[in-house]
């Protein structure tokens, strides 16, 4: 499947809403399992409202109005009251998270805050909670065009990498994508670097008269059997 192919000037809409569907996908498919609890929440809202205006609607068909009257004032009442408490929710609850879930006893929730129109700069708000332990938020941000090229064209990649590299918690779940500019020990082993921390202080030290120290050693030996 291509990848999909957005306008490069569109910042608040079509980036980031890309971004932010790209996340979960990213994330489920480390075995990060996902809450649904909020959006369940608000699907049960919406549908419910919308039920109470179906049958609203049918039964002032069937029965007329005199008939159903005093049902309807208490079903715009009630429709009135759940559209209210889906707004709270998605404004109040909601609040831009587009990530709930956990992996291995640890509780991850992402949110992203509003992009600025005239700087392209994707920002996350990412809170984490191990079992036992004081939770954790970090927030990070990047430029879109660390991921989308210049056509317009959505890169899962270098967005993946920054996602590992940026939060502990999933650079644990994907290693692969951890990008590190620290040269490992070992490497430097293999280019010699540390060998002069573990050679002898006493090798290659010049000695008085130009004697190495076995030299030194053995003539003063023979001045003390003379004596």
Not at 32 to 54: E, P, W
Not at 60 to 80: E, N, P, Q, S
């Amino acid at each position: 499947m291509a990848a999909p192919k957005i306008s490069v000037y569109s910042l608040s809409a079509e980036l980031k809403n890309t971004t932010d569907d790209a996340l979960p996908n990213y994330l489920t498919s480390l075995k990060f399992k996902q809450s649904h609890f909020l959006t369940d929440v608000r699907l049960g809202l919406g549908y419910s409202a919308v039920v109470i205006a179906g049958i609203t609607f049918w039964a002032d068909h069937k029965l007329g109005w005199d008939a159903t009257k005093y049902w309807t004032l208490l079903a715009v009442i009630a429709y009135f009251i759940l559209n209210g408490a889906l707004t709270y929710w998605i404004w109040g609850v909601e609040k831009g998270k587009i990530f709930t879930g956990e992996i291995n006893d640890t509780l991850v929730r992402t949110k992203t805050s509003s992009v600025n129109k005239h700087q392209p700069t994707y920002k996350l708000r990412v809170r984490y909670e191990k079992q036992g332990k004081k939770p954790q938020q970090l927030n990070i941000s990047a430029p879109f065009t660390r991921w989308f090229d210049s056509d317009g064209c959505f890169v899962a990649t270098p967005f993946q990498q920054w996602l590992a590299s940026e939060i502990p918690v999933i650079g644990e779940a994907d290693p692969k994508k951890v990008a590190s500019s620290a040269v490992s020990i070992e490497s430097k082993k293999g280019s010699g670097e540390l060998k002069e921390d573990t050679s002898n202080d006493t090798h290659g030290v010049p000695q008085a008269n130009g004697a190495s120290p076995s030299t030194a050693a053995r003539s003063r030996k023979t001045k003390k059997s003379h004596s």
